[in-house]
């Protein structure tokens, strides 16, 4: 697309309000453009229309109506979520009109760089992680993206001496044409969204456009475990300078553990040893801190922490000022957060884990002795890759939401003898209760209740925020 500014007089249309959607309203609104937002939700379930409305922007809610993309249409913006499918996107490709989402137009309009963080799993985490190494560094990062602040509203309060930290979806990355981060994070790529992208194919191709524009003056950090990751670095389609990263390799460059982890399981009596080092091809090594003392715990989570040490790296932050939210940092909410202790048993919410590879991490990120809450939409999959996890890891399953017979089969399979399926209740909430009450009636002392789904939670809620928040309001009132 053209710079923002380009589009003075011309019409745009913003498909979804929610934040972005607002942000980017006001934003073409202020440079002169004729905005027209669109949503499908009813007009009493879009509090955000009456803002715009009092702005003067066109607000039409409660559906698509004909004729809302027309010639004359200049440019559509849409909310990532909406997928490619619906009429008004369909109607605006087969125009020829682009179809973008925020992180294009922000991108366009900042004059900060950015760093941009995508990822099957870990992304809140990393983002949120760099963020605070980079404060603490002194380059006053702007975190946001699919984070909270939206893309846009970042940009246009961002100067050159700021960093936007950028949490970025495949859903976003997807309308993108022109971006071109500074620096860019591909921590892992896992079947997942498929509903969405229609395929694997789609899926990596839209995580790839993190990389599309970069040159050899900007950096990519990819996890060399990941073998999809690898494979985009061996297409060599990648330009940009690669900084490695690994917890089971030991590499002649990048930032890795020495000595890695296995291969296999998770804690082990020797992982105080283990060391985080970055290793310059110039420099030699530098040894930064012991994994033990990272702020948070699990494997998954020390990838996460030598995955944001290089992208601080990368847009020169000093290491000594890492070193302090290394170990400060406690994570983020909804993801492997304590949520408290009950008679000896500990309790974490993990809600966020809204795929089985997620729970499979989550699962390794403890010595055994847990007892997993999982569970919720459907999107066909047989969570057989769940089995060996099952096998090793826990003590029992309580399963809720559509997949509960799947999950339960899984464990049974898996040769568990506590499997509990929690059928609906009156509320979703009274059933979440329930699984609470039925995890705690077998865990014993020293055991984990993990509520860890492996599935999207909207078949019973409205996000996994909320699915999490009931979890530890359960854990809190035994």
């Known amino acids: 697309m ?14 979804g309000l929610a934040k972005s959607g607002v942000s980017v309203a006001k934003l073409f609104h202020k440079l002169g453009a004729a905005v027209t937002v669109n949503d499908s939700k009813e007009r009493h379930l879009c509090p955000e229309a009456d803002e715009l409305d009092a702005l003067g922007v066109s607000v039409i809610c409660g559906g698509h109506p004909d004729g809302l993309i027309t010639k004359e249409t200049a440019l559509v913006v849409k909310n990532p979520g909406i997928p490619y499918s619906v009429p008004p996107v369909r109607q605006a490709i087969e125009l020829g009109i682009e179809v973008v989402t925020e992180v294009e137009v922000a991108y366009l309009l900042s004059p900060a760089p950015i760093i941009g963080i995508t990822g099957s799993n870990g992304k809140t985490t990393t983002t949120t992680w760099i963020g605070e190494m980079l404060e603490a560094a002194g380059m006053k990062p702007i975190v946001a993206g699919n984070i909270g602040t939206p893309l846009c509203e970042a940009a246009q309060t961002a100067d050159e001496d700021n960093w936007i930290v950028a949490e970025l979806s495949s859903f976003q990355l997807k309308g993108t044409s022109a971006f071109r981060p500074k620096v860019s994070l591909l921590l892992n790529v896992v079947e997942t969204h498929l509903d969405y992208h229609g395929g694997m194919d789609d899926y990596i191709a839209s995580k790839a456009k993190l990389f599309a524009n970069q040159t050899a003056q900007d950096t990519a950090v990819i996890n060399a475990d990941d073998p999809i990751c690898r494979q985009l670095v061996e297409e060599g389609n990648i330009v940009a300078n690669i900084i490695p990263f690994s917890i089971t390799q030991s590499l002649g460059y990048g930032v890795c553990i020495e000595p890695p982890f296995p291969d296999d399981l998770t804690v082990s009596a020797d992982d105080a040893e ?41 847009a020169g932050a000093e290491i000594e000022s890492l070193l302090k939210p290394l170990r400060e940092f406690r994570g983020v909410e909804h993801r492997l957060e304590f949520a408290g202790e009950h008679k000896g048993v500990a309790y974490y919410n993990n809600s966020k884990a809204t795929n089985p590879t997620a729970t499979i991490i989550a699962l390794r990120s403890f010595p055994g002795r847990i007892v997993l809450i999982a569970g919720g939409l459907d999107r066909g999959s047989d969570y057989m890759e769940l089995l060996p996890h099952f096998r090793d890891q826990t003590k029992a399953v309580v399963a809720l939401g559509e997949t509960r017979g799947k999950i339960a089969r899984v464990a049974e399979l898996a040769g568990l003898t506590n499997v509990i399926i929690v059928e609906p209740e009156e509320d979703a909430e009274a059933t979440l209760h329930r699984a609470v009450r039925e995890a705690a009636s077998i865990a014993e002392p020293g055991d984990i209740v993990l509520l860890s789904p492996a599935c999207a939670s909207w078949d019973m809620f409205k996000s996994y925020e909320q699915r999490g928040r009931i979890f530890k309001q359960s854990a809190h009132t035994l």
């Open 2 to 15: 053209e710079s923002p500014a380009a589009y003075r007089n011309k019409r745009i249309v913003v498909l």
């Open 274 to 314: 283990r060391i985080i080092v970055w290793r310059d091809r110039d420099a030699g090594d530098y040894p930064i801190l012991p994994v033990h003392e990272l702020g948070i715990p699990g494997r998954h989570n020390a990838a996460n922490a030598l995955a944001a040490i290089a992208g601080c790296l990368a």
